[in-house]
């Protein structure tokens, strides 16, 4: 049973664009989710989190939106740069499975020039 | 500041070998580690996590297991490789509020 899904396998974007990135989830019981970035043989790196208690959070060109009445969180990237071509895992954790997390397939994004 | 170390880089056993991967942090005391594998197209999978010396949690019934025998110290094992324990092996480490810190990662493949 996969609790925390990105339906997009792969995304391809123009450099300065928007990258839209999207994550569902099925565990009411979720009440963190965070976005990580990921290059080619090397571990994830922590990008930005979002509590329940909130709908929005920002970092410089990154923001993450919560629906929680859809069960929804998207990664919104903008200006994308090439350097941002890389595969983005989303994750969740919920409060009575202590501080494991719960992460997505990962969203390959490409960002052309 | 944190880091995270582990060994080796890259890996090639034959099947029914064993394994021994290794994992420190640097710069905390007493965090909480885990486990991680990632297959070939696949998310991330926790095999392990601990909250302390000795104590160990498994997350998935597997060929593996998994030690602490020191505070950041965390070994990943198996007495006998099977093919499908190929992937990307990795360690992390809690920090802030529910971030976890990832290391470098291990490429196992079992011929």
């Known amino acids: 049973d996969q609790q925390v899904k990105q339906n997009s396998p792969s995304l391809s974007v123009q450099e300065g664009r928007i990258s839209i990135l999207n994550c569902d989830y099925t565990?009411?019981?979720?009440?963190?989710f965070l976005w990580y970035k990921k290059y080619p043989a090397e571990g994830p790196t922590f990008l930005i989190s979002?509590?329940?208690?909130?709908d929005k959070n920002e970092d410089g060109r990154f923001t993450v939106f919560l629906n929680k009445s859809a069960k929804h969180l998207s990664l919104h990237i903008v200006p994308s740069q090439p350097g941002d071509s890389a595969v983005y895992f989303c994750?969740?954790?919920?409060?009575?499975?202590?501080?494991?997390?719960?992460f997505g397939t990962g969203t390959r994004l490409a960002v052309r020039p | 500041s944190q880091t995270i170390h582990q060994w080796p880089a890259t890996l090639v056993q034959p099947v029914g070998s064993p394994l021994s991967l290794e994992c420190t942090v640097e710069?905390?005391?007493?965090?909480?580690l885990y486990w991680y594998r990632q297959a070939a197209g696949r998310g991330l999978q926790l095999l392990f996590y601990?909250?302390?010396?000795?104590?160990i949690s498994s997350e998935v019934p597997q060929n593996l297991s998994a030690s602490r025998p020191q505070d950041r110290q965390f070994i990943l094992s198996s007495k006998k490789l099977l093919l499908s324990d190929s992937g990307f092996y990795l360690c992390?480490?809690?920090?802030?509020?529910?971030?976890?810190?990832f290391g470098p990662g291990t490429r196992l493949t079992v011929l």
């Open positions: 992390a480490w809690r920090g802030g509020y529910n971030e976890q810190f």
């Open positions: 565990n009411s019981m979720f009440d963190y």
């Open positions: 979002i509590s329940s208690i909130k």
């Open positions: 994750a969740a954790s919920d409060g009575s499975s202590g501080d494991k997390l719960t």
């Open positions: 710069g905390t005391s007493n965090p909480n």
């Open positions: 601990s909250v302390g010396i000795g104590q």
